[in-house]
């Protein structure tokens, strides 16, 4: 079973940045792609960013240009990197994580939600 832990959500004002943080730990062969999506109240969640092993990313529309993902194959970790924050960032963010774990078994986890909340 492979855990995530989330962290760097926060109330932060419009034009702000914040930085999200998402470490994966248990048996882990290998990571393929790790990804941040978000939730807002009433909406369905969607992909916010996406990263390969390879390091392509993917980026919805809506945030490219303002926010960066990166990984650390090392510390099986990925981040984050939200600027010029708006309103209609404000969101549950979750990590998700595919790769290949115990027994030589895919596995896609999701990481507990952080909240960003962006207001004045």
């Known amino acids: 079973q492979v855990q995530l832990v989330e962290s760097g959500g926060g109330l932060v004002q419009p034009g702000g940045s914040l930085r999200l943080s998402c470490a994966a730990s248990g048996i882990i062969f290998s990571i393929n792609t790790m990804g941040w999506y978000r939730q807002a109240p009433g909406k369905e969640r969607e992909l916010v960013a996406a990263i390969t092993r390879g390091s392509s990313t993917n980026y919805a529309d809506s945030v490219k240009g303002r926010f960066t993902i990166s990984r650390d194959n090392a510390k099986n970790a990925v981040y984050l990197q939200m600027n010029s924050l708006k309103a209609e960032d404000t969101a549950v963010y979750y990590c998700?994580?595919?790769?290949?774990?115990?027994?030589?078994?895919?596995?896609?986890?999701w990481g507990q939600g952080t909240q960003v909340t962006v207001s004045s």
């Open positions: 998700n994580v595919i790769g290949i774990g115990i027994g030589n078994q895919p596995f896609r986890s």
